[in-house]
């Protein structure tokens, strides 16, 4: 395989230029159809700009966005979670540590952590947020109760009170597998990628509720562990 380098930028707005010596850009499908692609639309958008101002702190505001789309292809995978409850959920549940001093935020959630209460603390924050957000919002009264409850405790509660709560508890934690999860625990912790993956899968995979996250974490962390192999390594083309 010929290596192609040193090729000019392509002048800003430009169709990049195609190796295949002739334009196809008139073959791709609008993306409403098609399956698994994921934006913040209505409702949703609402709900998130009243709360990305909550979550400027230590990455949450990418976090939330990056779960929301794992949230989503969770949904499509379990048909009897409501999405009406489960993506405002997704998008409040970390708002929370905006109430949580930012220098002590790492000692709450690495491991071994040393201010374990603050866990606690950032998710009653985050539940009495979610309460206002959805309430300014007009939310009906019932699903606000179910949103707030699933706040409070989707990291210090061990099991699901029901399926929307499993989707959201699982999205969260799916993200650590993430390309953008796993760089972001290397920065925080100081380790190496092949260190960060084995950390965050070992307290990923056993804490899972949903067959399609497990299915979803797999898939992940094959992926992750494919680009750290010597052979992956050793290919010219980057």
């Known amino acids: 395989m010929t290596r192609l380098a040193g090729r000019p930028a392509e002048p800003a707005g430009a169709r990049p230029t195609s190796l295949l010596g002739r334009d196809i850009g008139h073959l791709v499908p609008p993306g409403a159809a098609v399956p698994g692609l994921v934006t913040l639309t209505g409702c949703d958008r609402a709900v998130w700009e009243s709360a990305a101002g909550y979550l400027r702190v230590r990455d949450n505001d990418s976090h939330t966005l990056y779960s929301y789309g794992l949230a989503t292809a969770l949904l499509a995978q379990t048909p009897e979670a409501r999405a009406e409850v489960v993506l405002p959920a997704i998008l ?113 995979h056993a804490h899972l509720h949903t067959a399609a996250a497990r299915a979803m974490a797999g898939a992940l962390g094959a992926l992750a562990s494919i680009d750290l192999t010597a052979e992956r390594a050793a290919l010219a083309d980057g």
Do not use: M, N, Y
């Open 92 to 204: 409040l549940h970390d708002t929370g540590w905006s109430a949580v001093p930012e220098e002590h935020i790492l000692e709450a959630i690495a491991p071994r952590a040393r201010r374990p209460e603050l866990v606690r603390a950032h998710e009653i924050a985050g539940a009495r947020i979610a309460r206002e957000v959805l309430t300014d919002l007009g939310f009906a009264s019932a699903d606000i109760e179910e949103i707030v409850a699933i706040v409070d405790g989707h990291d210090s509660r061990a099991e699901a009170l029901s399926v929307d709560d499993a989707c959201v508890k699982d999205a969260d934690k799916l993200w650590r597998i993430t390309p953008h999860g796993l760089r972001t625990v290397q920065r925080w912790f100081g380790l190496d990628a092949d260190e960060a993956l084995r950390l965050v899968s070992i307290r990923t």
